[in-house]
Nanobody
Framework: QVQLVESGGGSVQAGGSLRLSCARA????????MAWFRQAPGTEREWVAD???????RYADSVKGRFTISKDNGENTVYLQMNSLKPEDTSMYHC?????????????????????WGWGQGTQVTVSS
């Protein structure tokens, strides 16, 4: 079972930046599609960004141009650099690893209900106006 630990969340003012980290002991991330999801109170968990084994990336329209997902295979860590934060980015952010696609982030797995996802406990991001 995938075990992931997120860190880096916090409270910032609109326009600020945060860098989230997702660490995993054991098997290198290169074998998995890695993604970030977020969930605000009273809403469904939504896909934010993902990174393939070849390090190609995709982003939700709401964060494109502001967020950057990256990974350090040597340190088994995935990052989410978040710039120009907005109050609507306030959410619990979850790191996720999909174990059933051989490292590729197909569009059909960008839903939290896909059975291949393993989850971290989340880190809270709060953006004030």
């Amino acid at each position: 079972q995938v075990q992931l630990v997120e860190s880096g969340g916090g409270s910032v003012q609109a326009g600020g930046s945060l860098r989230l980290s997702c660490a995993r002991a054991g098997t290198t991330y290169s074998r998995y599609c890695m993604a970030w999801f977020r969930q605000a109170p009273g809403t469904e968990r939504e896909w934010v960004a993902d990174i393939n084994k070849d390090e190609s990336t995709r982003y939700a329209d709401s964060v494109k141009g502001r967020f950057t997902i990256s990974k350090d295979n040597g340190e088994n860590t995935v990052y989410l650099q978040m710039n120009s934060l907005k109050p609507e980015d306030t959410s619990m952010y979850h790191c996720a690893a999909n174990t059933r696609t051989g490292g590729y982030c197909y569009s059909w797995i960008r839903r939290p209900g896909d059975s291949g996802w393993g989850w971290g406990q989340g880190t809270q991001v709060t953006v004030s106006s």
